[in-house]
């Protein structure tokens, strides 16, 4: 069984490959990159290494050939539009090169959401059913650490985490998390035409990561609710480009109107139960 991972050098398909090669054979997990020389490391391991560029449908056609099962990680450019020409490029290269099996990651619960991003994932799946190619469709939840990161050292300092996310809950989990879960589909049997709602089966709010901040660092952090036009201009005023500014604020805002608060129990029927916010913390602080 040969299995084709792309992006294999960003974080999340760095870890997929490293999960997999604790799983099987080296000689059957083929790494699909852009930068071939920046994936030396994966041929070190007795991983092939092939080139694929998402704006280069034929590269991916090539790159492609022989594959049994193909993880299809999502673009990580920011312009949405582009992003749906690069799936289409991709899923059109499975195609015609034969792919068996598409595993790709998606956005859990993308029918109800209000991000733009959903519309892209929605379109790419959509494009897959037109293969008729035996699909399995990773719906993944916002990373829990696009929330806690090293940014939250600010808010240690200064006593304050300050979002407008209200008392909005998160289904947030790991991309390490994520990542298991991918590698177990992979490396598994009776996955084909499923979906998967890859999110925690239970929910935090910013007031509770405020209490395990202060808990974890001994330093009182109380979670500060601002105004979407607040936020935005608190991230303008902290450098941050008034695209990212927007993005950041709208999430947030998305998470306080109810995105991001229904759980679902298919990543713990994967993996098992999945990484605690309590954990991901003290991993962040290094306690």
Known sequence: ?????????????????????????????TAIVRNVEKASHLADLGIEVRHGDYNDPESLQKAFVGADKLL?????????TLRIVQHANVVKA????????IAYT?????????????????????AILTTNIPYTFLRNSLYTD???????????????????????TLNTVTRADLAAAAAAVLTGQGHENK????????VWSF???????????????VHQA???????????????????????????????????????????????????????VKQLLQI
Do not use: C, W
């Not at 299995?3 to 059957?28: C, D, H, M, R, S």
């Not at 696009?146 to 909005?168: M, Q, R, W, Y």
């Open 94 to 101: 499975a195609r015609d090169a034969g792919v068996k099996h």
């Open 207 to 221: 007031d509770e990561l405020a209490r395990l901040i202060s808990k974890a660092s001994g330093k009182n952090v």
């Open 1 to 29: 069984m040969s299995i084709y991972v792309t992006g294999a050098t960003g974080e999340l398909g760095g870890l997929v490959i490293q999960n997999l090669f604790k799983q099987v054979p080296a000689n059957q997990i």
């Open 226 to 280: 601002v105004s979407f036009e607040e936020e935005k201009n608190i991230l303008l005023g902290a450098g941050l480009p008034e695209s990212v500014a927007m993005l950041i604020a709208g999430i947030y805002q998305a998470v306080s109107e109810g995105e991001t608060a229904q759980t679902s129990t298919d990543l713990r029927m994967l993996i098992g139960s999945p990484t605690p916010l309590e954990e991901t």
């Open 195 to 202: 979906t998967y709602t890859l999110v925690s089966d239970t």
């Open 106 to 126: 998606g956005y859990a619960f993308a029918e109800e959401s209000h991000i733009p991003l959903a519309q892209v994932h929605l379109a790419t799946e959509h």
């Open 146 to 168: 696009v929330f806690v990161n090293p940014d939250l050292n600010v808010s240690i300092e200064h006593g304050a985490l300050v979002t407008n996310t209200g008392k909005g």
């Open 72 to 80: 299809f990680i999502s673009s990580p450019d920011s312009d949405d």
